[in-house]
């Protein structure tokens, strides 16, 4: 077995951007509402402090995994280009080498269980009866880590060739397991806050075992490659590095985003009402806009693996195009209709006038980061991770600057200094993509 694929140069058009990118606009809208149920479930018991632990668990997760969302980034680069140039054996290695990252922090995960519950307890502050809860519910779901990163792996793998329709799948059928399993285990077994953990430990098992059933028919085999090649120095340092580089990125984002919010919360209970609800614009932009990134990222990874700096230089003009039309749509969207927004969202007065004094800032988000989202599929589809990091550190850094700088006038110098983050990003980006390109397109044999 040679190794080969039997692919011609990647179709590169608006139709197949779009058949990439709805697929995982779909994942990216369903994992919210179904992760609802979670809460429902709970809510059901009747106890607050339950319902808060549950609340508080699922953003100490969020945060710790989503550090190494760089699993999923990273594999759905190198998978792209190995896909572009006809290279089996190329994906299956790449599919080896991440699951082998993800199962060693994973692990790592587990026997730093204790430290890392510390520090995020000590920063919930939350009451005892919630700590209490909270830890119940940690310390089962933690052993979860090995199956939830791979999971990441498996469906940058599946991203990486093109088939958002079964990333799609994948999504939507943890969640379900999730859902069923929780509402099973909580309130037929009356496991409490145990079984919600219980539930979403076993549902992303399952998710891995569901994914490996998926790469095998797509016609992967991790197993079949040697671990010589596994760990061939160069490939390995390649793959480190790069999920390196975009955890930086990932934590960089996370802190923007963080801060902003501890901002909001000094300012009194209205403005972190009022921000919080503002914020959500920028949320349902970044579902829809996170799909055309996803788009580019394929298209990129392909068309540089199959040597097509053409149809390269046409997936970054379409995804762009779409991501700042897109951008622009929503934000008109939310200027127009954004009092109404604010008043589904609040029925509180004073935040929703507080609201309306900066919606314009909230409306702007989404055209001000739709670069930024494109840029990030090009560069991780065109495995420039190095690059992308060191931009990220630079627009936080004028982050930082603005805030300090804006300080003095309150809520409005932090949602400029969002959106230039925001701007800040793409622009640097997009200065930097030509010189990129020709080094990459330069290097190829």
Aim: charged content about 10%.
């Amino acid at each position: 077995m040679d190794g080969s694929l039997k692919l011609r140069r990647p179709e590169v058009s608006h139709r197949r951007i779009l058949t990439l990118a709805l697929p995982m606009t779909l994942s990216h809208v369903t994992t919210p509402l179904l992760g609802l149920v979670d809460a429902t479930v709970i809510g059901r018991l009747g106890e607050a402090h339950l319902l808060g632990a549950v609340a508080l668990g699922a953003v100490i997760f969020d945060f710790v995994f989503w550090s190494f969302g760089s699993l999923r980034m990273a594999t759905a680069g190198l998978t792209a280009q190995a896909t572009g140039a006809g290279n089996r054996h190329e994906v299956d290695l790449a599919l080896a080498r991440a699951f082998l990252v993800a199962g060693i922090t994973g692990l790592l995960l587990i026997l730093l269980q204790w430290p890392i519950a510390t520090v995020a307890f000590s920063f919930a502050g939350a009451s005892e009866a919630v700590t209490g809860a909270l830890s119940t519910y940690f310390f089962i779901r933690i052993w979860a880590a090995p199956f939830t990163l791979a999971n990441y792996v498996i469906l940058g793998s599946t991203l990486g060739r093109g088939r958002t329709d079964l990333g799609l799948l994948l999504q939507v059928a943890i969640n379900i397991a999730n859902v069923v399993l929780t509402a099973g285990l909580v309130l037929i077994f009356h496991l409490g806050i145990a079984g919600a953990a219980i539930g979403t430990a076993i549902a992303e098992a399952l998710g891995v075992g569901l994914g490996i059933l998926v790469l095998r028919r797509l016609g992967s085999n991790p197993l079949a490659v040697t671990w010589a090649e596994v760990l061939h120095r160069a490939a390995i340092l390649q793959t480190l590095a790069m999920n390196r580089d975009i955890m930086v990125r990932n934590v960089a984002l996370i802190l923007a985003f963080s801060i902003f919010s501890a901002l909001g919360a000094r300012a009194g209970d209205v403005t972190l009402a009022a921000n919080a609800v503002l914020y959500n614009m920028f949320l349902i932009g970044g579902y829809f806009l996170d799909g055309f990134a996803t788009a580019a990222e394929t298209l990129c990874g392909q068309s540089i693996g199959a040597r097509d700096e053409r149809g390269f230089r046409r997936a970054i003009h379409l995804s762009l195009g779409w991501s700042l039309g897109f951008g622009l749509a929503v934000s008109a969207i939310f200027l127009i209709g954004g009092g109404s927004f604010i008043d589904f969202v609040s029925t509180n007065p004073d935040v929703r006038a507080y609201a309306r004094d900066y919606l314009v800032f909230a409306a702007l988000s989404p055209l001000a980061g739709a670069a930024a989202f494109a840029f990030d599929g090009i560069y991780t589809g065109a495995t420039w991770t190095k690059a992308m990091r060191n931009l990220m550190v630079m627009a936080f850094a004028i982050y930082g600057a603005v805030l300090l700088a804006l300080g003095s006038i309150g809520n409005a110098g932090l949602w400029i200094a969002l959106l230039l983050f925001l701007g800040a990003r793409g622009i640097g980006q997009a200065l930097l993509y030509p010189r990129l390109a020709r080094q990459t397109f330069a290097s190829l044999p």
